[in-house]
């Protein structure tokens, strides 16, 4: 029996590869990434499973031109990329990957925002500048204090949650805004407390956005929500980019309307060593690290070709959404 075909819109672990090898055949894009539209929409013609990543737009047109699509398997927890809604429609299962990047991704966060606090980078660039002139200067490189301060975290999802923890071990005071209150006893449990959405813009020392990219969240942070902050906040990003409104976000950090920010998501990725955003010191950014560790992207791999097989077989993924 001839075996399904699988396609991967760029390449994965070599042991992911060779465990897709033995059930399907592969072919794996190794071009420009993210892939040309017009490459995938070749390539989806003929595919019985999809093994995509964020920014790879799969949206109605493009499913629609699959005749024997089966499953789409992303090696990403957010799938605000896949059409959710058209791939039920069509009976294409999709599979995600939450869970086993939730310690990392908040990892991150907490180091942006420790990063951003103590202006580990900033100095960091004083001395390859050459542009470290005294020692011990009483005003010098100062920083903020994490313990006493409060946190808000927008979306007390897998991701918020985790954060939280970390943060009460740092000595923070925890409030939250999410589109659905936790159970008290979770409150309880995290020590956290709910506050409503202009609460949280209005009273945090920090600001850490867990929420998915949706048509609620988009450009969510903008100019008016930046006013309305604290002059000495910070902003942390490790959720999606298009959440914030990023023009207004640099003017924000520019004219210091808002103290600092650390980002790991950007509104168009990758951004260029010419963005706004890399002419600022009180900036932090990664790119897009979220998951990376070694053993988060490890289990991610595993992840995604699980869900594959399950979502070929008609089966339901271990994480999946939609149908
Ligand atoms: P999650 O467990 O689904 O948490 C998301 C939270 O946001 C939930 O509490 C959800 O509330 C809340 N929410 C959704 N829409 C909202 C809205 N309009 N207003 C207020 N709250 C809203 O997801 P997660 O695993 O924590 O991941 C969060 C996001 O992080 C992902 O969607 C992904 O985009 C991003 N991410 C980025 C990286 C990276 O590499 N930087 C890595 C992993 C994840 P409900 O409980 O009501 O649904």
Known sequence: MQKKRVFLTRTLHDFALKELRKKYQIEVHSGKIPIPKNILEK????????ICFPYDKIDDTMMDMAENLKAISTYSVGFDHVDITHAKKKKIRVGYTPEVLTDATADLAFSLMMDVMRRVTEGDKIIRKGSWRQIYGAYDYVGLDLQGKTLGILGLGRIGSTLAKRAKAFDMKLVYHSRNRVSKTREKALGIKYVSWEKLITQSDVISIHVPHTTQTDKLFDAKIFKKMKKSAVLINTARGKVINEKDLVLALKKNIIAGAGLDVFETEPI?????LTKLDNVVLAPHIGSSTKETREEMARLTVKNL????????PIYSVGY
């Open 272 to 276: 260029s060593n010419t963005h706004p």
């Open 43 to 50: 390539k989806i013609k003929n595919i019985d499973g999809l």
């Open 309 to 316: 097989n399950l979502g070929i077989l008609g089966k339901k």
